[in-house]
């Protein structure tokens, strides 16, 4: 337990930041661009389902 104080006061000393970024911390530093493309294939694609379904339907 003493060795991990010691780390944990030489890496704040050092000017470092101590502790492991949270969870909630690395997801907001990862860009949400990935959802937005993966939001649009997957419209794109249930979009093109439902009109070829509707076309089969009433043509």
């Known amino acids: 337990m003493r060795q ?3 780390k944990f006061a030489n890496t704040a000393k050092s000017g470092k930041k101590p502790t492991h ?3 909630a911390e690395q997801l907001a530093k990862r860009s ?3 959802i937005w493309v993966l939001g649009v294939i997957v419209f ?3 979009g093109g389902v439902i009109f070829e379904v509707v076309r089969l339907l009433f043509l």
Do not use: G, I
């Open 21 to 23: 970024p949270s969870r």
């Open 4 to 6: 991990r104080n010691a």
């Open 32 to 34: 949400p661009l990935n």
């Open 44 to 46: 794109v694609v249930m």
